[in-house]
């Protein structure tokens, strides 16, 4: 059974490997992008904000809420038609990167707000005290300051977006986690599956590894 | 100049300011006291709009920042440097980025920050801790850094909101006097909001007493310390506290003057003068800037009481009788 490894390894985990990899990067690209637009919005007009706004707070804060009680599983077929219309098919990296986004995004949106709720007050009105626009206020003063705790809840979104592309294997994304899936559970190979969980946690730690490091070295 | 009448200011329910009138002018170095939450720090954050106000005027050099919009209110704060309690300098930054961010705020060229950064660890004495990050000076040092961000922008006012009380005795009068070296080298006006009488004592021109956002008292430091209201008093927890005998006639005799404490020889002048008998009973003597003030308080024999009040008198010197 041993000489089978060599070629599927080939064949198969290794271009799946390249296919998370993919997945992973252009989903946590896309989601911090937009988990930082949310965030910033929700920072500012939070009650003690830049410009508070009750009104748009409270929508923003509905609508992340909503998304994020969508058991990943559940969205990814839930958001098929929107899928479809995006990327133009329903199957595929392409596709499951679009959920992605979508699941990734308020999930970021949350943990970055947190870590700019964490800059300390006195900064904000230091900054203002020296006549600092709302804008060098966000990027100068409140993102400057959060990069150590910005770079700890992104390296927690990676991890959690590798997760959710095994996941999102189950419905036709390819991937590690189609892998382990279709080659290994459904096909009674146990070295495939346990092998594929492997490389996951050689990646997990990884990621894990590197984000510590960064967080120290931005300290 | 900062001019500020009937001003009121209120959170919710609860009246924080009412009705302050004070009026600031150039070169002071005003002192604001009061129990925490008599409303002295809410009234320091109006004057460069980080808190707004119901009613009310505040003019700084005759410009109402009430009526302006976020643009002319941020022009304004370039005048007004402020400091505070926990430094607020950003940690990730060094201290020369720290001093430097207002100017980059304000898209001054490099070369010029580079320049009046240096000028500025100068004058704060930060010199050789200018590439280091905050977190690892001492607060004293921090301040210092603090301060010369403040005045990264030449501002004509500073204000200090509780700026030494994260400090030690020492440490605080180290940037106590940094902070007259500045009002007085760079003709900065400094409005100094604390609990802390003796930062008042040690540089204070001006003192305003708040008490529950009203003024209680304000005026001349040595007149406040000299005539020491019952608001003064308040602050400083000392019920009347004085121990005199209760036979004779007690005369307290005023110090305000610091020409008498130091070469008048007042005390021996005035017994071998009169030839009476008295005894000093109480007395206090305090620092003021660089000024002795304070009072003695004698007892003498009821006769002597005409005697001593006329030579008082005659010597310019204040004096009361006080009942027992």
Redesign the interface.
Known sequence: MSTDIVPLLNTIVLPELLNTFYMVIIATVLSTFFGFVLAITLTVTDKDGLKPNRAIYRLLDFIINIVRSFPFIILIVAILPLTRLVVGTSIGVNAAIVPLVIAASPFLARLIEGSLNEV?K??I?????????DM?IIF??MI??A??SLISVITVAVINILGATAMAGAVGAGGLGAVALAYGYQSFNEVVMYGTVFVLIILVQIIQLSGNYLYKK?? | MIEIHNLQKSFGKTNVLKKIDLHIENGDIYGIVGKSGAGKSTLLRCM?G?ETYDSGNLMIDGFELKNHSDKDV?????N???I?Q?F??????TVYQNIA??M???GYKKEEIDQRVKELADIVEIKDHIHKKPRTLSGGQQQRV?IA??L??RPKIL?CDEATSALDPKTTKSILSLLREINENLGITVVIVTHQMSVVRQICTKVCILEKGVVANKGNVEDIFLHQPQSLMNLLGEENDEVLPATGKNIRMIFSDPDVVKNRCIISTMARDLNVDFSIVWGKLEKYRDDVLGSIVINTAHKNEELITRFLTEADIKWETINN
């Open positions: 300390d006195g900064l009105e230091a900054a203002k005290s020296f006549g600092a626009s060098q100068k003063i400057k300051e990069v150590p931005a300290r | 460069n980080l941020r022009k304004l704060r370039k007004i440097g402020m505070f926990h607020s300098l950003l940690q990730r930054k961010l207002p980059e705020c304000w603090a961000r403040a990264s922008l204000l």
